[in-house]
């Protein structure tokens, strides 16, 4: 689990940082603003979900199953 964890982080990094870029762009359209927040937030929060959260409860779930 560790060692895909570190294998996919860097990718998973790169496309977040692509898609807040890219929506830093529209950010200044007032238009558009609202939906390049939500692209933003969406994408860092779905970055932490799946890179500190997930792992952690995997983690607990399976010292559960092992004591």
């Known amino acids: 689990m ?3 964890g570190a294998v996919r982080f860097r990718p998973m990094m790169l496309t977040a940082a692509a898609v807040i870029v890219g929506s830093a762009v529209i950010l200044f359209d007032p238009i558009f603003q609202g ?3 939500a692209l933003m937030a969406g994408e860092i929060g779905s970055l932490a979900l799946s890179r500190m959260t997930v792992p952690v409860v995997y983690y607990i779930v399976n010292r559960r199953r092992s004591v």
């Open 35 to 37: 939906l390049a927040i």
């Open 2 to 4: 560790i060692d895909a």
